[in-house]
Every structure is written in C-alpha cells, then in structure tokens.
C-alpha cells in the first residue's frame, strides 16, 4: 500500500468516525455515513439490509440506487432473496467479500424494470458489534466487477465502526424507549385509577383498562381474554382506536395451550406473531396481519377465587425494544391487578353501604311505623271490646274488628318486611335462617341438603331473598301450612328449590307474570346472580319454585 492510499485510508475512518458521532438517529446517521462512505471511496451506489434472529431483513438505507432497484416503490429491495442475505443467514459471512454478480439486479434485467447504470457486482460486509451480527453493507459502482483486498479491508474497518456505532444507538433508543414507557405507565395508573370507581361490574373495567391501553401506549392491539369453564373468550379489546370489538370466533388450541401456560407461569411471556394474529383476527379489528410482529401476554388475577384473565397486546413490526416492552408491561399487569383488587374493595364498599342503608330502614321502620301498627291494633281491640260490651251491639263494633284485622295483617307484613331488611340467622346456615322465617310465618318448614361447599356471600344473601319470597307466596296463595325446602350444591351451581302442597295454577309450566311483583324480584335477583328462575305450578301438585345459580371454582 502506497503512502498516498494510506493517509486516504486514515482520512476516510476519520471522516466516518467523526460522521457516526454527529447524531442518535440511526436512519439519519446511516445515510449520511452511506453518502460519505461512497464519496471518500470514489464508488457510486450502496445499500444497508438490517436482518434479526429471524433471518428476516428490511433495507434501511440506501444510496443513489440505480432504477431498476427503485422499481415500484423499491420492490426488488424489499422482497426475494440473493446469495449475500442467504449466505449472513447460514453464518457463512464473517468478512468483507466480492459477490460475483448481484442477483437482484439479474432480475431487474430479466423483469425489465430499469436501467441499471452498468451495476452488475457488488461488495459484500457483515456489520456486527462483537459477536452480534446486525446485517450487510453493499457498495458497487458502474463497470466495477472486482474489489482489491484493500479496498475490501478499508470496507471492513468501516463497518466495524458502522456495527459499533449501530449498536450504541440500539441501546440508547432502548433506553429512551424504556424511560418513555414509563412515564406513560405513570399516566395509565392516573387515569385507571380515576375511573376504577366508575366501573359497575367486570366487564366495565375490562372495557376500560384497554380502552386506556389505546389511548397511552402505542401498541396497535390489546385485549384482555377472560377464562370461563376452563375455555377463554374476549372479554374487551381496542385496535385502530376503537374499543368493545365483536368476538367472532374462540382461540385455536395451540393458543389457548398458550394463555394457559402464562397463567400458569404467573409472569408476562412473548407471543408470537403467528399466536397474536391468531387472538387478533378473533375480533372484528380489521386490522392488517403485517402490522402485528410480536406479543405479550400477563395473567391478570381477578376478584373471584380461580378467576383469572389474560392481558394480551400486539408489538408493531417496527418495534426493535421488546425487553423493555416486556419489562415495563410486567409493571402494568401488576397495576391493572391492583386496580382490580381495589373495584372488589369498591364493591365491598358499595354492599356494606347497602346494608348499613337497610338496617337503619329497618331500625327506622321498627321505631316508627311497626309501633304505630301495633298501638292502632290494640286501640282497635279495646274499642272493639268496648262496643261489644254494651247490650245492644254496636254499629261501629263490626268495623273495628275489621280494623284490628287489617292492622294485624300489617303489623304480620310491616315485621316480614324488617326481617327481610335486616337478615339475621345466615350465622347458622341459609336452610336454618329460612326454616326460621318460615316459622315465623306460621309455616312448617322441611329441609333438605345435597352437596358441602360455601357459597359467596352475595350467593348465599340472594337466595336467602328469594326462599323468604317463596315462603312469602306460600303463606299468602297457597292455602296449606307447610313448605319443603332443598338446597343441592356442586362444584358448578347452587340449586334452591321451594314446594308446597297448595291450590297452585295451570297444569303447566309458565314463566313467571309480569304482574306479580314477588315473581318477579325473585326472577331479577336470580338473573343479577347469573342465574335463573323457574316456576312449576299445577293444580293438584301444588307450585315449585326453582332457582339455579352458577357457582365459582373453589380455591385449592
């Protein structure tokens, strides 16, 4: 080498060096290196594939390439393959080489998509940061069909520089990336906790945590997958700035093995492109397979004991950062779960103000109106006792027996409805607490029970609503003074059915009329349970009500 060829030598690493300090930008800085490069070393085209894990290569810059290589929006840079990609995927391309010809431009000429500028060969460069390989530098000129292996050596000092350079860039933007994700974390948990108090049920919430997702980060799709029967459906997902998207169709069964085993790993974990197309095309999200290149998914406990759900989002194909997705989505599984955890103490909240509110009615009802019902039917009795008590009968002395009547009657509804107010005796069971109030109704009360578990509380208080209902409609419209009562339990449901002997009705099985109130509270407490109600009614076996009320999956 010729003292000339190394000062230029020196000049261009120089000149290159003091290029890759002059931005953070990797795009920008690879076009101007690009432009440098080939200007220093008197070549004219050149080109960057970046390729990943995958094998899997995007051409992010390139440099006064010639027509044909520009041919519908660069197809011929964007799609196929050539001896050097092929040769970077198999690992056989550890040093700056010639390439014969160059197999892209041979289609070019073949497809007749443009004039090639004489480029026929071109120089080949791995870019590597150490032991990471990162993709290839190209660089060729018109009629140039050989490089020196001085040329080539200055190529590969280059792109070690270009591989460094690379490299730092990657992880500052990681790092950026990572600090930005953050701070939208910051902005989520505002928001969420927010509107957590909004929410009136599950679904609610759901709605709203991927609705949020949207709007703070900039994942194309998320969703949130509940488990039901051991199956998992789309509770809510948002794609394309829309929320509350249709489900179509349930998962394969390579992805439902998939969410299971994040459930199971209590941890967020990678999906891949094919698995979240796959939980993406199950909603109407319209949204193109390409723009989904990745996944993550996190298990996110709920309320109920065994319940648990899946937060899933899809990564855009221009995402290069997944641990710092993956780590800071890992902080957000943990916030959606408290903020989960604080709607069941919201709703705990709401049900203890809900009986502090019933047992001041009560007490209020039992100081006031229930006092006043029992003075008027002792009045009534002493008027009564008094107008009999003359010779000739009263006029007025039949009319207060009906008073005395009617006020008893009250009194018997005023105390029914305290008691149904202020439940007391669930203590010792529900079938002990209604065999109780049905013996306060003047019934017997015979009880059965099928099955051992414990039931929720919000279980266990609605059907205690509705057997004091039933037992209600026995005493009014029955006609007999007995009812039996049982209570089959299983891993899936609760089964409470009431009988009577009485006059009952159609010889039928009818659903419930409208224009019986009791019926239908009993119907409606039933349906906010999950549940149903059913009514048999026939005029020689008397009536049967049947409430059926699924039941959650036990802790182990």
Avoid at 182 to 210: H, I, P, Q, W
Avoid at 361 to 377: C, E, G, K, M, T
Avoid at 438 to 456: C, F, I, N
Wanted: aromatic residues 4%; contains cysteine.
């Amino acid at each position: 080498m010729t003292e000339q060829a190394g000062m230029q030598e020196m000049y261009t690493l120089k000149t290159i060096a003091e290029t890759l300090n002059t931005s953070n930008d990797l795009n920008l800085m690879l076009d101007t290196v690009l432009g440098k490069l080939l200007e220093l070393t008197g070549l004219t085209t050149g080109w960057v594939f970046l390729i990943n894990n995958q094998g899997e290569y995007s051409c992010i810059a390139d440099y006064s390439l010639p027509p044909a290589l520009l041919h519908h929006d660069k197809e011929p840079m964007r799609c196929g393959s050539c001896w050097c990609v092929n040769r970077f995927r198999d690992g056989r391309l550890d040093n700056a080489v010639n390439i014969i010809n160059c197999k892209r431009l041979e289609d070019a000429v073949d497809h007749q998509w443009g004039d090639t500028r004489d480029i026929t060969h071109h120089a080949t460069v791995p870019l590597r940061s150490g032991e990471k390989m990162l993709g290839l530098l190209n660089v060729a000129a018109p009629g140039k069909e050989h490089f020196s292996d001085s040329e080539l050596a200055l190529l590969q000092a280059v792109a070690y520089q270009l591989g460094s350079a690379m490299e730092r860039m990657r992880l500052y933007s990681a790092e950026q990336r990572r600090a930005d994700l953050y701070v939208r974390l910051g902005e989520f948990s505002r928001s969420l906790g927010v509107t957590v108090n909004d929410c009136n049920s599950g679904d609610d919430m759901a709605k709203t945590v991927v609705k949020l997702l949207g709007h703070h980060y900039d994942w194309p799709f998320a969703a949130l997958l509940s488990q039901k029967n051991g199956s998992f459906m789309v509770q809510a997902a948002h794609a394309h700035g829309k929320s509350e998207l249709m489900t179509l169709s349930g998962l394969s069964p390579e992805v439902e093995t998939r969410m299971h085993r994040v459930i199971d790993s209590h941890r967020a974990m990678v999906l891949s492109a094919t698995e979240i197309r796959d939980i993406s095309a199950i909603c109407n999200t319209r949204l193109p397979m390409s723009v989904l290149a990745s996944g993550l998914a996190a298990p996110i406990p709920l309320s109920s004991p065994g319940e648990t759900a899946v937060l899933v989002v899809g990564l855009g194909s221009a995402n290069d950062f997944l641990q710092a997705d993956r780590e800071v989505f890992d902080a957000l599984a943990e916030h959606i779960t408290a903020s989960w955890e604080s709607l069941r103490l919201v709703y705990k909240r709401r049900e203890l103000t809900r009986l502090e509110e019933r047992n001041r009615l009560a007490r209020d009802l039992h100081d006031s109106v229930n006092q006043i019902l029992f003075s008027l039917s002792l009045t009534a009795k002493g008027a009564e006792s008094m107008l009999s008590g003359s010779q000739q009968l009263h006029p007025a002395a039949e009319a207060m027996k009906d008073i005395r009547s009617l006020s008893q009657e009250a009194l018997k509804e005023m105390r029914a409805l305290i008691m149904q107010l202020r439940p007391a005796g669930l203590e010792s069971g529900l079938l002990s607490a209604l065999q109780e109030y049905g013996t306060g109704q003047g019934l017997q009360v015979v009880v059965h029970r099928t099955g051992m578990r414990s039931l929720p509380q919000s279980t266990e208080e609605g059907l205690w609503r509705i057997g004091q209902e039933a037992l209600n409609n026995v005493r009014k419209h029955a006609g007999v003074p007995s009812a039996e009562i049982s209570l089959q339990l299983s891993d899936q449901e609760a089964v409470l059915i009431v009988t009577d002997r009485g006059k009952g009705g159609a010889k039928r099985r009818e659903a419930l009329p409208v224009s019986s109130l009791g019926l239908s509270i009993m119907r409606e407490r039933a349906q906010s349970l999950g549940g149903r109600l059913e009514l048999v009614s026939s005029s020689r076996k008397g009536t049967s009500v049947t409430v059926v009320i699924p039941l959650p999956s036990e802790s182990v």
